[in-house]
């Protein structure tokens, strides 16, 4: 089945870039999605990629897309305090008619002042 | 997302007492879905709902049931908690198209955190 991984932590310092990678074992994933959550806060939606597409942009969110190594990333750009969050990745998985999606463990990203 | 709600957002009870987690949407969606959150694990489905007369069981269904009161209300249910389902519960909620815009994308609610003594 599919299989969604990503690293657990990452800190970067207040304006620096920050990259979360996420890797995915089921190359037939139509659109893979970045959710964020804060601290007591459910899962929000920050963008999605479709399977054949390279690149999204989205202000400071630049989503790349490797499907030949099943690479997925999320880079922000002027990284923020309140960026401070738990970003999961997730893969679709179609099955019959339901879009399944098959998240990741979460990474933990913290930004210093 | 102020359009998913849920309640209660938390809630601690003991062994063998029977929960009820609920969960209501205004996005007028009609597929909904109730996920388990534990550290280190990601998030994994529990049951689904394609509209209200069509209920799926997930990954992990084994202690729960769900009832589909109405398209915007989906409730879960622990007939008798137990200390291992203590985690975080996300209800979320997708469009199929039945709007003619077709997208899937799942939108969640601020989460119940569920403890069983």
């Known amino acids: 089945g599919e299989d969604v991984e990503q690293s657990l932590f990452l800190s970067v310092r207040e304006g620096d870039s920050s990259v979360i990678n996420c890797t995915y074992t089921d190359s037939s994933s139509t659109y893979l999605y970045w959710y964020k959550q804060e601290p007591g806060a459910g899962l929000q939606l920050l963008t999605y990629?479709?399977?054949?597409?390279d690149m999204k942009q989205d202000q400071r969110l630049t989503v790349l897309l490797n499907k030949k190594d099943k690479h997925l990333s999320l880079r922000i750009a002027d990284t923020q305090t309140g960026d401070s969050a738990i970003y999961f990745c997730?893969?679709?998985?179609?099955?019959?008619?339901?879009?399944?999606?098959?998240f990741g463990t979460g990474t933990r990203l913290l930004v210093s002042p | 997302d102020a359009d998913v709600t849920q309640t209660p957002r938390n809630r601690i009870t003991k062994t063998g007492k029977r929960i009820m987690l609920e969960c209501s949407q205004t996005k007028g969606h009609d597929r909904m879905y109730w996920y388990r959150q534990d550290p280190g694990l990601g998030l994994r489905l529990i049951y689904y709902s394609f509209d209200v007369k069509d209920i799926n069981k997930g990954e992990i269904s084994d202690g729960y049931s769900v009832s589909r009161q109405a398209q915007a209300k989906f409730s879960l249910s622990l007939e008798s908690a137990i200390p291992n389902q203590t985690a975080l519960y996300f209800c979320a909620t997708s469009d199929s198209g039945t709007s003619g815009v077709f997208t899937d994308t799942q939108y969640f609610g601020p989460g119940t955190r569920l403890t069983v003594l």
């Open positions: 997730a893969a679709d998985k179609t099955d019959t008619g339901f879009q399944k999606l098959v």
């Open positions: 990629i479709f399977s054949n597409m």
